[in-house]
């Protein structure tokens, strides 16, 4: 089972309200350049519980999903 990691994200936000996430910042200082948004939608953590906005992004090459959840940012990781 996964667990969910909160991390820090910096994004942007449209004038319509939309947020388009531009990087992801881990406790220990590392930092990923988010290089694409695939997709957007309400979808549950199916690995770490909850619900919330999920994006699937591309960080250098690979496909993860990162959660938005009234406010915070969180990723499933692996326990």
Same mark, same amino acid.
């Given at each position: 089972?996964?667990?969910?990691?909160?991390?820090?994200?910096? %994004?942007?936000?449209?004038?319509? !309200?939309?947020?388009?996430?531009? +990087? =992801?910042?881990?406790?220990?200082?590392?930092? /990923? &350049?988010?290089?694409?948004?695939?997709?957007?939608?309400?979808?549950?953590? %199916?690995?770490?519980?909850?619900? !919330?906005?999920?994006?699937?992004? +591309? =960080?250098?090459?690979?496909?993860?999903?990162? /959660? &938005?959840?009234?406010?915070?940012?969180?990723?499933?990781?692996?326990?």
């Amino acid at each position: 089972m996964a667990r969910r990691t909160f991390v820090k994200v910096v %994004a942007e936000f449209s004038r319509e !309200g939309g947020i388009t996430p531009l +990087r =992801v910042e881990w406790e220990d200082g590392r930092s /990923f &350049e988010i290089d694409r948004v695939l997709d957007v939608r309400r979808a549950p953590a %199916a690995k770490a519980g909850g619900y !919330g906005t999920r994006y699937t992004v +591309r =960080v250098s090459g690979h496909e993860t999903y990162l /959660f &938005e959840d009234e406010g915070r940012w969180f990723v499933e990781a692996r326990e």
